[in-house]
């Protein structure tokens, strides 16, 4: 069956699945006038409705699961040619973005009370379209992007459609820096790391130590191998072979480093001649910078450069300046002085996209900070061309195109479980159990059907986006309300509070439970766990509204995951506390293959610095391994660490009167109303 078609799609494009083994992909017409093909919803043929379960560490036997799909069209495209900001601060065009590149994003929306703050965004999948687009014109810069496409506002921090957007307002930007790396700022870069942290003992005329001669060699020993990696490239492009060795350090050092050395004399005479050449070029002066940075630079709550011998900080002053950066010297006389960088925020973004240092881990420093960026005040929005235009989706669901703060795509992949595709797909082939009510109506009313709890959302949330528009969920409580039949619902959504009316029916007969999962009270982890659900903030207000009511409502902290989301857990007790909880538990995470994998690649991509610990941890409770499936211990775990996690919760559930269970749910006031044309009995 065929629904209206929405206005525009995210995507025409429509990729192969990753799982089908053969794809077909018919050329398309371009003279076509085809229309595009309208919204289809699949029914599911199952002929029942309810999915059992004998799981003894689950508490039904029964669940009910409408629908998969989405039928929302985000359509956040821009041109192949609009550069974007990557998190090692390199402006590239987006046509190049791949799945699995770091961007610098920022909070889609603030915590409560609080402003922005930047973040690093994972690219978790990319889509091509070819579309209408407008041409978006600002001071500094200009890009085309399509009309739905959204982007941040300055003034009042709300997100605006490019088709709302009109001269005069004000945008949130920081500069585009958009400069390669040429062989002057190779050379650059190789002064600017010998001089910072470098040793080079050569002169002309030294032939080896057997002569007297001192040892001659040159050599760089850093923690840090991007600038190491980034060295033996440089050298490779003159003609010099070096590789990485590890680099033996005296006690007590703490940090194991590795080296970057050469000792050929004909190659020794390659670096003196590329050390001793001061070049008169801008890109010289960049690399220089980076060089001298990832060699004695910190980026902590400032950006300083140290030093003891002052004439080089100088130095460093003078290119700087000569690039539009301020640095003062802080003079330190007997101790290393330093240079620091004067401006705000924005000032350091722009030092480290123009000079494009090596080191991750000091660019990093950025991330958690307040997105203090500057105003771009918009010129024109004009008509543009039908093209290619590339539409992303990132981990914050934000990142910075043309300089300009903007919106992403949502989670499309899947779709493709089910046979479908991530493109068009997803938007227009849409699995509906259409019939959903009747066919819980029908197994109800059977005189087989013994009255029993019965699990909303067993294996997927049934108020999904699009419960709104076709509310199958609300009519499949209609049906438990007739029947009186106790029903729990578990959720990350927000719809819910639509059907209180319903759960409060229920509830009048002990027939209703709604459990809300709650996983973090921190926006950013929650977008990065769970991109399409409702906030956490909306989920304790749906919470409220229900329990204003009459239901019964919940709380379920799960997965608990060590290291990450655990210390939490009082804090998201005492919150749906203050909501009108009644009750709450918690679950364990679980790895099982091949969910492990992919969990441990989603540490790697967006907490790298707490993967170790995390995974340690996870192992502290299942007995060294990352999973147990062993009932009883399954959900909860073992081992200290799990004890530990177990004496937490119940602390917190006790001090905010969350220790005891929801009432039970009860059958006494099930019913089978009578069918139409059915005399009713007597009894």
């Not at 080079?200 to 057997?210: L, V």
């Not at 539409?391 to 479980?417: K, M, V, W």
């Not at 109506?441 to 909303?456: G, S, Y």
């Not at 999904?464 to 049906?479: A, F, K, M, N």
Request: include cysteine; glycine fraction near 8%.
């Amino acid at each position: 069956m065929a629904g209206p078609d929405l206005p525009g799609r995210g995507t025409a494009a429509n990729p192969p699945n990753r799982y089908e083994p053969l794809h077909v992909e018919l050329e398309p017409d371009p003279d076509s006038d085809t229309p595009p093909a309208p919204t289809v919803f699949y029914r599911d043929t199952s002929r029942t409705i309810l999915a059992e379960n004998d799981s003894p560490d689950i508490g039904f036997r029964f669940s009910l699961n409408p629908y998969r799909g989405c039928e929302h069209g985000c359509v956040y495209c821009m041109h192949s040619d609009t550069t974007i900001l990557h998190a090692d601060m390199a402006w590239r065009p987006i046509g190049g973005v791949r799945v699995g590149d770091v961007l610098f994003g920022f909070d889609e929306f603030p915590e409560p009370g609080r402003t922005r703050k930047f973040r690093p965004a994972v690219v978790e999948a990319v889509w091509w379209s070819r579309r209408p687009t407008l041409r978006l014109v600002t001071e500094r810069t200009e890009v085309v992007t399509t009309a739905e496409h959204r982007w941040l506002q300055a003034r009042n921090f709300r997100w605006s459609e490019t088709r709302e957007l009109a001269a005069g307002r004000q945008l949130r930007y920081v500069p585009v820096v958009a400069e390669d790396f040429d062989d002057d700022y190779r050379v650059g870069y190789l002064a600017g790391m010998t001089l910072g942290d470098g040793t080079f003992r050569d002169q002309p005329g030294w032939r080896s130590a057997c002569l007297g001669f001192p040892v001659a060699y040159w050599r760089v020993a850093l923690a840090d191998q991007e600038p190491l990696l980034r060295l033996v490239e440089i050298l490779a492009r003159f003609g010099v072979e070096a590789g990485i060795r590890p680099f033996r350090t005296r006690p007590p050092a703490q940090r194991t480093m590795e080296a970057v050395e050469v000792r050929s004399l004909a190659r020794l005479a390659i670096i003196h001649a590329l050390l001793n050449t001061e070049r008169d070029s801008r890109s010289y002066r960049r690399g220089f910078l980076a060089g001298f940075f990832d060699a004695e630079g910190y980026s902590g709550g400032c950006l300083r450069l140290s030093q003891v011998d002052v004439s080089v900080l100088e130095r460093v002053q003078r290119y700087a300046a000569g690039l539009g950066f301020r640095f003062v010297l802080e003079p330190r006389p007997g101790q290393a002085s330093t240079l620091r960088l004067t401006g705000r925020l924005v000032d350091r973004i722009r030092f480290f996209s123009t000079c494009r240092p090596a080191i991750f881990r000091k660019m990093g420093a950025l991330y958690g900070c307040e997105m203090n960026v500057e105003p771009e005040t918009v010129l024109a929005v004009e008509p543009g061309p039908v093209v290619d235009v590339v539409d992303i989706q990132t981990s914050t669901g934000t990142f910075f195109a043309a300089g300009l703060a903007t919106h992403n795509c949502y989670a499309r992949p899947t779709h493709e479980y089910l046979g479908f595709s991530a493109g068009l797909d997803f938007e227009r082939r849409i699995m509906v159990k259409e019939d959903a009510p009747a066919l819980l109506r029908q197994a109800l009313a059977a005189p087989r059907w013994e009255p029993q709890v019965v699990a909303l959302s067993g294996n997927t949330d049934c108020y999904q986006p699009v419960e709104r528009r076709l509310g199958i969920t609300r009519r499949c409580l209609e049906v438990f309300a007739e029947f009186r039949n106790p029903v729990s619902a578990i959720t990350k959504s927000a719809l819910v509070a639509r059907d209180a009316d319903l759960f409060a029916e229920l509830a009048r007969h002990g027939a209703a439970h709604v459990l809300f999962s709650v996983t973090t009270l921190d926006p950013d982890l929650a977008r990065r766990m769970e991109p399409r659900a409702a906030r956490p903030e909306r989920r304790l207000e749906a919470m409220a509204a229900l329990a204003r009511a009459g239901a019964p409502v919940g709380v379920l902290i799960g997965p608990v995951i060590p290291g990450l989301n655990d210390a939490e857990i009082p804090r998201i007790l005492e919150a749906a506390a203050r909501a009108g909880a009644q009750s709450a538990s918690w679950v364990l995470l679980r790895l099982p293959k091949p969910v492990d994998e992919l969990f441990e690649r989603w540490l790697e991509e967006r907490y790298p610095e707490r993967r170790a610990r995390v995974l340690a941890r996870i192992r502290d409770t299942r007995g060294g391994r990352l999973s147990d499936s062993t009932f009883g211990r399954r959900q909860r775990g073992q081992g200290e660490y799990a004890n530990q996690i177990e004496a937490l919760f119940a602390a917190a559930a006790k001090k905010h009167g969350l220790d005891r269970p929801l009432p039970p749910l009860s059958i006494e006031a099930f019913r089978r109303p009578a069918r139409a044309g059915e005399q009713l009995t007597l009894l």
